[in-house]
């Protein structure tokens, strides 16, 4: 195990992270860009103290 060191204090780390598979993010440009498109042409309802709001 590897000793940690946090204001002078060393501690042994209880959690191993070796066994978590990794993960590789990937973006998706045109994805992206129709979920954005899709989400600014939905109109949202939208209360506020009994006032309605569309955005």
């Given at each position: 195990m590897t000793t940690l060191l946090y204001?002078?204090?060393q501690y042994q780390q209880i959690n191993a992270t070796e066994g978590?598979?990794?993960?590789?993010?990937?973006?998706?440009r045109n994805v992206y860009q129709a979920r954005q498109?899709?989400?600014?042409?939905t109109p949202v309802q939208?209360?506020?103290?009994?006032?309605?709001?569309?955005?």
């Open positions: 204001r002078g204090h978590k598979p990794a993960v590789q993010l990937v973006y998706r498109s899709d989400a600014h042409r939208l209360t506020y103290r009994g006032v309605r709001y569309t955005r």
